[in-house]
């Protein structure tokens, strides 16, 4: 069932070509959103079905635009977010040692630069099962998780951290006030892009944020996703693919400015953007680098964008002919990583069970459960380990470095990986 669609589309009449154009309105700065690449229906990247289930599943279409004021890029629809983050959202954090090291890396930064004051507070947004505030509560810093998602958040109070179950907005943010005072760290990781009413966030920022306080957020980096074809950073949960002069222009709606980018490898290609208050602190060379960069790149021009959506589809093409062949041969294929990102792939592609037997994931809660649209089993690990299979789809490639190394027998028993960014290879 449908119960949201932003989006208007137009029909016109192009010589004898009867065209339909989408467009919405910049979530940022109201002006006219431009749509350059259409996933088609999709349904929520991590609502993992039990295979009991009869009840309809929800689709919504999965389109992305760009502002053509602020440049901003964004989904055309946006997905109620009750529907997303609730009590059995099945996400963790800290199934990755990769992401745990890299989180507890920025736990410590903060606590040597930032939390040095009498009384230092953090607050994290989307802290998830508190893979960095682990690291802040065990220091005995005062600190605060606001996360909706009831199930993980039970996590992260059981590692010892202070949690507030609910969405940040304004309206938090005026509460969390009240109780704690101001912040000297706001900081949230892989979740202010989630936040389609990202003003209100902003707001919150504004009111909550101490006077010499930076506001600290990491997200995939547009400019990743467009070099390495990475189609898949896009599902109904990820809103906005910030850049830094998207991040720019957003902030100095708020009094807000942008002092620092570092750019990550983590997630495939990340960047973290500090915010402070406007004229609080110096603007690093970080900026005027990534800036420069990324005007060179033309990251949001017409041409780059369209050159984008023809190499998504030429992945499309290629992945499910190879697929389709490896099926025609009779191989044993399966996939690793029942991924939020999997979902786009694997609707996109059209691929299910007559293609890929199951998905190998480690996440309790998405075990014996089929992935979303696509209906494929996920099992836990310890089926995969005992099968041999000839091919493994690499769906988590995010973590390519480190699941590869803990699953070296596949190759050593002469099976191949497949990988689909930036293009479609076996090996
Ligand atoms: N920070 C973690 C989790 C990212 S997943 C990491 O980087 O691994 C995104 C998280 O954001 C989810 O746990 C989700 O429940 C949470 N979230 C979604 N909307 C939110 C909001 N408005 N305020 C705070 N958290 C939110
Ligand atoms: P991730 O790529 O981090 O995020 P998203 O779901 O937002 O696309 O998800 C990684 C998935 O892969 C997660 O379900 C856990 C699983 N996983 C394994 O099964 N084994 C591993 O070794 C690792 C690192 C992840």
Redesign the pocket.
């Given at each position: 069932m449908r119960d949201t669609f932003l989006s208007h589309v137009r029909v016109f009449e192009k010589g004898t070509i009867t065209v339909m154009e989408s467009t919405t309105t910049c979530r940022i700065c109201s002006s006219r959103v431009r749509e350059f690449v259409d996933f088609g229906e999709q349904p929520l990247s991590d609502a993992f079905r039990d295979p009991a289930a009869t009840d309809e599943e929800y689709f919504f279409r999965l389109a992305v635009g760009v502002c053509e004021e602020c440049t901003m890029v964004q989904l055309m629809e946006e997905v109620p977010?009750e529907r997303?983050?609730?009590e059995d959202?099945p996400?963790l954090?800290?199934g990755s040692s990769v992401?745990r090291a890299h989180?507890s890396g920025l736990a410590r930064r903060f606590l040597d630069t930032e939390l040095t004051g009498d009384d230092p507070f953090i607050v994290?947004?989307?802290?998830?099962?508190g893979?960095?505030l682990g690291t802040v509560a065990e220091a005995g810093v005062r600190h605060l998780g606001?996360?909706?998602?009831g199930g993980?958040?039970d996590r992260a109070a059981a590692k010892g951290v202070r949690v507030r179950k609910?969405?940040?907005?304004a309206g938090?943010a005026a509460s969390v006030l009240a109780e704690d005072g101001r912040a000297d760290v706001i900081y949230?990781?892989?979740?202010l892009c989630?936040?389609p009413?990202i003003g209100s966030?902003l707001e919150g920022v504004d009111a909550l944020l101490a006077e010499n306080g930076v506001f600290v957020f990491?997200d995939p980096y547009w400019a990743e996703i467009v070099r390495r074809n990475s189609f898949d950073q896009i599902y109904d949960?990820h809103f906005y693919f910030f850049t830094a002069h998207s991040v720019q222009a957003m902030a100095s709606r708020y009094g807000l400015e942008l002092v620092d980018v570092e750019l990550l490898p983590v997630?495939g290609g990340e960047a973290r953007y500090t915010l402070a208050r406007a004229g609080s602190r110096p603007v690093g060379a970080s900026v005027t680098r990534t800036l420069r960069a990324e005007q060179e790149s033309r990251l949001t021009d017409e041409a780059t964008l369209t050159g984008f959506a023809t190499r998504v589809r030429a992945i499309r093409d290629d992945l499910l002919e190879l697929l389709q062949g490896l099926a025609k041969e009779g191989r044993k294929v399966v996939g690793y990583g029942a991924t939020a990102k999997s979902a786009t792939v694997l609707n996109y592609c059209g691929i299910g069970p007559d293609l890929i037997e199951y998905i190998a994931d480690t996440t309790p809660a998405k075990q014996g459960r089929l992935t979303p649209g696509s209906h494929i089993p996920v099992v836990p690990h310890e089926r995969f380990a005992a099968d041999r299979p000839d091919h493994v789809l690499l769906l988590a490639w995010n973590h390519a470095e480190e699941i590869m190394a803990n699953e070296r027998g596949v190759r050593e028993s002469g099976g191949a990986w497949i990988q689909y960014v930036p293009r479609v290879e076996v090996g």
């Open positions: 977010r997303m983050f609730h959202y996400y954090s800290s992401m989180f994290e947004l989307g802290c998830n099962d893979i960095m606001v996360e909706p998602s993980v958040a609910d969405f940040f907005e938090t949230a990781a892989n979740t989630h936040i009413y966030v990491e949960e997630h």
